[in-house]
């Protein structure tokens, strides 16, 4: 790494910063392992220009490229796009050709306003040269795609900035990040949640929208960490239900580190506007996505080629594995492919915190599992249930007991008679699979009770919404 000091001013002694300049550039690049990466893969050596410059000049930059007419400490002018670490674009037309020999490949300019720096050094009470190695870390940060406006890359960047302002070489860090699955509905997200967590955490069934909103699944193994997020499925929204369930699907997707868009492999060989619009926010965002082509037990192999050109045409796939969710066949290698594009960090979820789904939560989803697979048309789409009660009892013996009490809501009068059935034999049979699967669950024997009750147009009230839960002003990620 080349570290070159130019300076055009004269207040301060710009001989006397070189060690510190030096120092935190080298520190904030220990910090960065695909630099080194990439040095030694094409043998080439990065380079960074930092300039002193007067208060005057940094007020004239920070006008013509940020439209801010003010003096500012320091620019970042990156030259190659790169987010969180990663480099965001292709290199290779970059290197030099052999004949050129090794050479140096610059990596962006830093500007800095030595008096400005002199000043925020006092209001903050650093000396100088503190004050200047934070600047330069961040600054660095910024070259290599570190940000600060969306929330979660500010946490990012300011963690990261914070261990290595500290010297903090955490052996703990990881490829870790947050892998969202999304597409349309019913195209088997859920059921790929659920392989990959070993269990239940998210219902399946053959209806579309069946997942209301977000489910997290942590998959660790000893070099990685990956937060897997379940989503609703991606549909034009014509309730407010719908449109809170599509709000927590693009606050994960925009959140992805990794996207993983599903498909079924029995897809008509083009792009529609659905998948087009996942792909528009990951391109915005510059997330890395994976295409997976589930459901490939249903179809002949030869037959998903069209649809694997017609999506290779249409984006820069990271990749494109065909899977079956059910048995889990492709799974491996979609979890290599992922792998390679999660961002090097510390653990987000310790030991213990593998899902956001409490058995509670699940019992309920277990009981609108039945009333989706044995009610028909709308009826199951007007559909919430409501744990009122979930006792513990006491038990004389080891096995563990629960009584469980609850309201299935419909959002129409129509809806409850068809929900009870002719003398009550629908919401019998409702009642006696959904205590079979939660007995299952919870590993105990279960006394359920279910009511039904009628909450009138509830899937369009923000106030029945939001007793449930499912409004769309408090999404975030789980
Ligand atoms: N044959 C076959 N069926 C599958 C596969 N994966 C999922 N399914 C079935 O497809 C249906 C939908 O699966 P879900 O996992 O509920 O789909 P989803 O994408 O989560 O759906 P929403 O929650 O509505 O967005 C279920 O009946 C699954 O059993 C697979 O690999 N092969
Ligand atoms: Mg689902």
């Known amino acids: 790494m080349?570290?070159?000091?130019?300076?055009?001013?004269?207040?301060?002694?710009?001989?006397?910063?070189?060690?510190?300049?030096?120092?935190?550039?080298?520190?904030?690049?220990?910090y960065l392992p695909e630099v080194e990466q990439i040095m030694s893969e094409y043998e080439i050596d990065f380079s960074i220009d930092v300039s002193f410059i007067s208060k005057a000049a940094i007020r004239k930059l920070n006008r013509e490229h940020r439209n801010v007419d003010r003096p500012t400490d320091i620019l970042s002018f990156p030259a190659f796009e790169w987010k969180d670490g990663s480099l965001a674009e292709d290199i290779l037309p970059w290197l030099p050709s052999d004949s050129e020999g090794p050479s140096s490949i610059s990596l962006g300019d830093l500007l800095l306003c030595l008096e400005i720096v002199d000043k925020q050094a006092e209001d903050f009470s650093n000396n100088l040269e503190e004050e200047l190695f934070f600047l330069l870390v961040h600054g660095v940060l910024h070259l290599l795609g570190y940000d600060h406006e969306l929330p979660a890359d500010e946490v990012k960047m300011k963690a990261l900035q914070e261990r290595i302002i500290s010297g903090d070489t955490d052996e703990a860090k990881l490829a870790c990040g947050y892998v969202v699955l999304a597409g349309r509905p019913n195209v088997g997200k859920s059921t790929l949640l659920n392989y990959l967590s070993g269990m239940t955490l998210a219902i399946t069934s053959p209806k579309a929208q069946t997942t209301r909103d977000l489910i997290r699944s942590v998959y660790n193994d000893d070099s990685c960490q990956i937060v897997f997020l379940d989503t609703p499925g991606f549909h034009k929204a014509k309730t407010s239900l719908g449109r809170a369930m599509m709000k927590s699907a693009r606050v994960a997707i925009r959140q992805a580190d990794v996207l993983l868009l599903m498909v079924e492999a029995s897809f008509k060989p083009f792009v529609a506007d659905l998948e087009k619009e996942i792909l528009k926010m990951a391109d915005e965002d510059d997330t890395a996505v994976i295409l997976l082509i589930n459901k490939s037990d249903t179809v002949v192999k030869e037959n998903i080629l069209p649809l694997i050109a017609a999506f290779s045409q249409a984006y820069p796939f990271k990749a494109i594995i065909p899977i079956t969710a059910l048995t889990g066949d492709g799974v491996e290698e979609m979890l290599e492919e992922i792998k390679k594009y999660l961002p090097i960090q510390e653990a987000i979820f310790p030991e213990g915190e593998e899902t956001n789904v409490t058995e509670r939560k699940l019992a309920e989803e277990m009981i609108r599992r039945e009333v989706l697979l044995q009610t028909q048309k709308e009826v199951p789409f007007g559909v919430a249930v409501v744990i009122d009660e979930f006792i513990e009892e006491s038990s004389p013996t080891e096995t563990r007991r629960v009584f469980i009490a609850a309201t299935i809501l419909c959002d129409k009068a129509s809806h409850k008679g068809i929900l009870l059935g002719r003398q009550g034999q629908r919401i019998k049979s409702i009642g006696s699979e959904a205590r079979a699967a939660i007995s299952e669950m919870l590993e105990a024997k279960l006394h359920l009770e279910l009511f039904v009750k009628v909450r009138q147009n509830w899937i369009n009230r923000p106030q029945d919404l939001a007793d449930l839960g499912l409004d769309s002003k408090r999404v975030e990620l789980p």
Do not use: G, P
């Open 2 to 30: 080349q570290i070159t000091i130019h300076n055009k001013q004269r207040k301060y002694d710009a001989a006397q910063l070189q060690t510190i300049v030096e120092e935190a550039v080298r520190q904030t690049f220990a």
